[in-house]
């Protein structure tokens, strides 16, 4: 399964959310919004406009930052 993460460098919420899943040994790829205008985009037409981070994409699923017990629920990992 793949996991994306939108992020930002200056967000607290995506640093826990990649501490989270380097402890679970989940892979994941970053894409920092900041730098790449149509990942930006992307979070914005997810998130009904707003810029939400980090948004994680699992499979074709995305979420706008959800809370980590919930994450680890949908990557099959205790929290």
């Known amino acids: ?3 994306r993460l939108y992020t ?3 967000c607290p919420d995506c640093h ?4 989270f899943l380097r402890q679970h040994g ?3 790829e970053e894409v920092d919004i900041d730098r790449d205008p149509e990942a930006e985009a ?3 037409r997810y998130n009904a406009g707003r810029r939400r981070v980090p948004t994680i994409q699992i499979g074709d699923r995305f979420y706008g930052n959800p809370p980590l017990a919930l994450l ?3 990557l099959g990992v205790r929290s």
Do not use: N
């Open 1 to 3: 399964m793949q996991v």
């Open 8 to 10: 930002t460098s200056w």
């Open 16 to 19: 826990r959310a990649k501490w």
């Open 26 to 28: 989940i892979p994941y």
């Open 42 to 44: 992307l979070v914005l």
């Open 72 to 74: 680890g629920e949908l």
